[in-house]
């Protein structure tokens, strides 16, 4: 009897086999079944966003100075940890970020990361964007905005927020001394549009993340305004609702360094419900004092 597996026996989807060349195995031989190369079973809330690699979120202590902060609850956990088990015991996890983690990660600047972005075919928004949208801004900047993902105008010129709610937000960041051309990079979380602006899938949101991790680490901010629950959602890998972000210290770990992260209203909803623009006001503010504008 022969004993050694035959390699032509393998079940490992080309997903599984990129894995197993990550982790420097290039010829896996364990036999079709065998569990080690099986994905583990996940919690159905895992399977929503499989992509919380690299960022945490963290609360923080309060500002100095403020008298009312609200108490940080526990940071909420990521929605999937995906740590490397061994190979022998469950097998890689099967996700569909894995491919654009690799070519996020072989990034060493923005031109290439917006170059690997633009090449992009890692999810079905692919097929019907007419641009992808990756950002816009300053290096090093202020205040790194988050938005989405791309609407009409910005799929067809391929800059973001460049609509009415851009208009909007470009007004909101005037008057704390912000834009684009000076101290502020702007961004979504999603590159390319989807159809309708319907909310993104969670496939096309997993795929998209580490393009959106990456680029936070590349673009360097001193901190950063996400707007709207799937932006904060996307940002800090978290599936917490907007009210329970907002106007809560939190921040973003940028491979170990704290980047104060404040959440507030996406612009399009403000249009809607203009009562609100109070509330985004102050969430301003407070980005505004972190990125020591004007200071
Ligand atoms: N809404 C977003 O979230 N991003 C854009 O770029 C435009 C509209």
């Not at 290439?112 to 900047?141: F, N, T």
């Not at 680490?217 to 009210?243: E, F, H, K």
């Not at 329970?244 to 770990?253: I, K, N, Q, T, Y």
């Not at 203009?274 to 301003?284: Q, R, S, V």
């Amino acid at each position: 009897m022969n004993a050694q597996p035959d390699s032509t026996s393998l079940r490992c989807s080309p997903l599984q086999l990129a894995w197993l060349q990550e982790l420097g195995i290039e010829k896996p031989w364990l036999p079709a079944g065998a569990s080690g190369l099986q994905p583990p079973s996940r919690r159905a809330s895992d399977a929503q966003h499989p992509a919380a690699l690299e960022a945490q979120v963290h609360a923080q202590p309060p500002e100095p100075g403020t008298t009312r902060q609200p108490t940080p609850s526990p940071a909420p956990a990521p929605m999937l940890r995906v740590s490397r088990p061994p190979v022998a015991d469950a097998g890689p996890p099967v996700t569909a970020e894995l491919p654009t983690r690799a070519i996020a990660a072989a990034a060493t600047d923005m031109n290439a990361l917006g170059a690997a972005i633009r090449a992009c075919a890692g999810c079905g928004l692919c097929k019907s964007r007419h641009q992808v949208v990756v950002g816009e801004g300053v290096d090093s900047p202020a205040i790194m905005v988050i938005g989405e993902a791309p609407g009409e105008q910005e799929d067809r010129q391929g800059l973001p927020f460049v609509g009415r709610s851009g208009l909007l937000l470009d007004n909101m960041l005037a008057t704390i001394g912000a834009s684009r051309g000076s101290n502020v990079y702007v961004a979504n979380a999603i590159k390319c549009r989807p159809p309708g602006n319907r909310n993104p899938r969670p496939e096309e949101s997993a795929a998209c993340h580490p393009f959106l991790m990456r680029q936070i680490a590349l673009v360097n901010p001193r901190t950063i305004l996400v707007l709207g629950r799937v932006a904060a959602q996307a940002v800090l890998s978290t599936d917490s609702s907007l009210q329970s972000l907002r106007g809560r210290p939190l921040s973003f770990d940028a491979a170990g360094r704290q980047i104060p992260v404040v959440v507030s209203y996406h612009p399009a909803y403000l249009l809607r419900r203009p009562t609100e623009k109070a509330a985004a006001w102050e969430d301003l503010q407070r980005a505004r004092a972190i990125a020591a504008i004007g200071d």
